[in-house]
């Protein structure tokens, strides 16, 4: 009996060595944070709104220790979300998150990936087909806003796929501001970037970064897959948009999840429209120069 409880006793002793080490080794995750997790470890993560941190896991992200052994303290944190976004999620941030953002002071980055609606917007009814846009610029003669209409049932119609394709046109010169605050804030501690979800904005971000840094497509596509199940969020039937929604706003539901194929289409985009990921990276600024920089910070990392 006393062998046994003995040999139970260093069981338990060994499992929880072998706890701590893990939690060493990978860092001690945030609970109070949805969709929080690696792009590289040590160096960038990515995550959805910080607007609902305890006091512990605050400390946990500032101190480093949410990031594994001989990780840095955080460096930068990117807000991706619009400026009313942000406004709406600062009414209601716990102690945690308003403890944490006032820690930071200027290491709070804002780089809205949405920031030029116009842009957007002209770019989604470029992707029209041709008959149906001119259909609905004729009826806006008559009924104000037709176009709009389209614009956004087309938008639904083609998901997730659509929104990322047509934020990486419209929103270029804003992906390559977020990549290069990666780069510079890199070189001395952790970078956290985040939208209101973790999934769509910071999805894509997540994306050219793993390009960036030679990461296998499967992979790519397996970490924009995880969202969907981190949020308990499951992908919406498709469903024909053109009779349920008669406005001009868009019906968000038609881009719930993060299917595996939806990164799929859109990678497989990039490389009609462009030829490659580094291609596209080529005509928004962010050149091999800058990819060697990011490649080289997180070498320097694990030396």
């Known amino acids: 009996m006393l062998q046994t409880i003995n040999f139970r006793m260093a069981m338990n002793t060994w499992l929880l060595f072998f706890l701590i080490v893990i939690r060493a ?17 040590g160096i960038i ?53 308003n403890y944490f953002y006032t820690s930071l002071d200027d290491r709070a980055m804002h780089i809205p990936i949405l920031r030029d609606v116009d842009s957007f917007w002209d770019e989604a009814i470029s992707r029209m087909d041709p008959l149906d846009r001119m259909k609905a610029t004729l009826e806006t003669a008559f009924n104000g806003g037709a176009l709009d209409r389209a614009a956004a049932r087309h938008l639904e119609r083609g998901g997730l796929p659509l929104l990322y394709t047509i934020m990486m046109v419209a929103s270029g010169r804003s992906l390559a501001t977020a990549l290069h605050a990666c780069v510079e804030a890199s070189t001395e501690g952790t970078v956290i970037f985040n939208c209101q979800k973790g999934k769509d904005r910071t999805g894509v971000l997540a994306m050219l970064i793993q390009n960036c840094l030679g990461e296998d497509e499967a992979n790519i596509i397996e970490a924009y897959a995880m969202s969907g199940e981190l949020l308990d969020e499951k992908q919406t039937a498709n469903r024909s948009s053109d009779d349920s929604n008669n406005g001009t706003s868009i019906d968000w539901s038609y881009f719930r999840g993060s299917p595996a194929n939806a990164m799929e289409e859109t990678l497989n985009w990039i490389r009609q429209r462009y030829g490659s990921v580094e291609a596209y990276l080529d005509i928004i600024a962010f050149d091999s120069q800058k990819r060697s920089r990011l490649q080289q910070n997180c070498k320097d990392f694990f030396k």
């Open 25 to 41: 080794v990978n860092g001690i995750v945030p609970t109070s944070v949805k969709n929080f997790r690696a792009v590289l470890p």
């Open 45 to 97: 993560y990515r995550s959805a709104t910080l607007d609902n941190l305890s006091v512990q896991d605050a400390d946990f992200l500032l101190s480093g220790s949410a990031f594994g052994i001989d990780s840095r303290p955080v460096a930068a944190v990117i807000d991706l979300r619009n400026h009313d976004e942000i406004l709406k999620g600062k009414t209601s941030r716990t102690d945690g998150s």
